[in-house]
Nanobody, 127 residues
């Protein structure tokens, strides 16, 4: 079992930046592939970014490529999402997710792939 707690959301103007954090419990954090998803009102939850277990393999949705950066610190059991050049379309509840990964290089981009979810943190970008 792993518990995930997101933080760092808030209100920001368009063009601004935020850094989300996701703190995980459990001793085997380094064996989980991690992902960030978001869900805007009336829309499906969508993939934002993913990172592999150990190697710095990352994957991004086209809509955030070049603006967002996912990273992880296994010593701190934490995964981050640095969000720059924010747009009003980025407004959503952002969720952290974890998957027990069979290897150190796989990344997962579908919500059905993930085993554990955080409670979400609201990000609002004003125009």
């Amino acid at each position: 079992q792993v518990q995930l707690v997101e933080s760092g959301g808030g209100l920001v103007q368009a063009g601004g930046s935020l850094r989300l954090s996701c703190a995980a419990s459990g001793r085997t954090f380094s064996s989980y592939a991690m992902g960030w998803f978001r869900q805007a009102p009336g829309k499906e939850r969508e993939f934002v970014a993913g990172i592999a277990w150990r190697v710095s393999n990352t994957l991004y949705a086209d809509s955030v490529e070049g603006r967002f950066t996912i990273s992880r610190d296994n010593a701190k059991n934490t995964v981050y999402l640095q969000m720059n050049s924010l747009k009003p379309d980025d407004t959503a509840v952002y969720y952290c997710a974890a998957k027990v990964a069979p290897n150190y290089y796989s990344i997962y981009s579908t919500k059905e792939s993930y085993d554990y979810w955080g409670q979400g943190t609201q990000v609002t970008v004003s125009s």
